[in-house]
């Protein structure tokens, strides 16, 4: 059993309620942290190597020791829950079975960063969710855990839930802040970063939900012996939510000290391929990390076992390697079709582009279209390059990542499949029929010709 410190209390009854949640130790990180100076604390989450979960895996303490501080002018922490990538749901559960995890970490890192006014952004589709959060930050303030003079510490701090619309770009964490302030959610051009310049014109810190409820932890064990679990620059644990052709989809919490492998097919994880079928390919980051054969995703392309971390998930690079990304783990059965899958992907990434930069806003839809073609029987072999072409412009010239996150699918699904891509090709017929069907068969197959 790996260790628990984000999930230890999930399954607890009343957990979700103050009571419980401090019953079992809950809001022992603010007693501690109030204690403390914010430099202090700064110093603790560095030492204990915590990377942000939302995605790139970047340093948090290093990130926060970049806050602006001008005199006078306020600043702001903002936790990101979003989650609008396919194949993540840790942040539903945790906000969803835990609310007052997030509160805490919220409360001990808004004393960290001089945050008196925080804000939740969570995506429009989870709609029950505010409601819950809401209720944990009353329960909080009624128990002196929020508002004035916090402990007695003379500390100030409220947090506000802002819902979005539901849009996978107001994720970006630039494109969030604008939406917070009330505006459309385009994404700003960096520098200035949010460090400087974030909500409002005011230094911003914008994380995670899994990276501010693992400050409670951090704080709780102090940054070293947090840095102790897990492995390399992989320290403390990861949620992972799994997904797709397994025998247990759910989140689980892992200390990145474990094999793909165990976590594919041991009863304590994923429990192996469901319906006895054969593993075939994984996403291991969620939607936009270039997704891996099996062959690849057990073990890296020296022959080395792959492990469930930051390391040795994009061991190889782009060309043998993946990410651990958002911890979004989708696996793909011996039956699934990597095309189709490559297809729906281009699709949501085209909807979900925001069009102010041309390759994003236009190769979307043309790597849509074409995918479209080749999925239903109706691609030419040179669709096949020119797919690769259109993903190698868009990647790295856009204003936001987002173009990246559209690019990368596409590229690893030619570079591991293209074999796939070309029986598409050479095969019109039955692509017909695998995707319409006998009854549109004859109409479809005059289009073909
Ligand atoms: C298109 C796009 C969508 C994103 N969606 C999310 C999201 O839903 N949640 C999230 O935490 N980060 C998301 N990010 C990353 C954020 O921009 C930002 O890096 C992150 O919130 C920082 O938090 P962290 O350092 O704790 O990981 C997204 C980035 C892009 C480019
Ligand atoms: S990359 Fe796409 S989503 Fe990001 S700013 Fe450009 S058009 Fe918008």
Redesign the pocket.
Known sequence: MGRKLLLEHAGAEGIRYYDVYRKKGGYASVEKALKMTPEAIVEEVKKSGLR???????P?GL?WSFIAKPEGVPRHLVC??????PGTFK?RYLMEFIPHLLIEGLIVSSFALGSNTTYIYI?GEYAWIPDILEQAIAEAKANGWLGKNILGSGFDCEIYVQRGAGA??C???TA?IESLEGKRGNPRIKPPFPAIKGVWDRPTV????E??AAIVPVINLGGEEYAKIGVGRSTGTKLISACGNINKPGVYEIDMTISVEEFIFSDEYCGGIANSKKLKACIPGGSSVPILPANLLLKTAKGETRYMNYESLSDGGFATGSMMG?GGFVVLDEDQCVVKHTYTLARFYRHESCGQCSPCREGTGWMEKILKNIDTGKGKMSDIDLLWDIQRKIEGNTI???GD?AAWPVAAAIRHFRDEFEWHVRNPEECLRRNYGLAHYADEREVVA
């Open positions: 942000g979960r939302g995605g790139a895996g970047f948090t990130k990101n829950a979003d989650e609008s990538e942040d995506r996978y770009i994720g970006e964490e969030l914008v994380n995670n939900v990276t501010l958002s936001c990542p987002l996150a």
